[in-house]
């Protein structure tokens, strides 16, 4: 579950981002960096743990070591 976003920046994927504190077109409890995942909840499957999907580490300099990768949940 994503929000999308209308007018993105040249670098978004049509995707809102998540800050760390709620706005008026902005979902809250994720941070104002680029590091973590801009998304509210995935969908689990035998293979595709939701906690270990939106797995993430940020650098000291606030930019994505590791992102969050979603896997395809099959029938």
Do not use: W
């Amino acid at each position: 579950m994503q929000s999308n976003e209308g007018f993105p920046a040249a670098t978004d994927f049509l995707t809102r981002k998540v800050n760390e504190y709620e706005g008026q077109h902005r979902f809250g409890g994720g941070n104002d960096g680029d590091c973590d995942p801009h998304v509210m909840d995935v969908l689990e499957g035998p293979d595709a743990k939701q906690s270990e999907m939106l797995a993430y580490k940020c650098g000291p300099d606030g930019k994505a070591e590791k992102m969050a990768t979603l896997k395809m949940i099959k029938k």
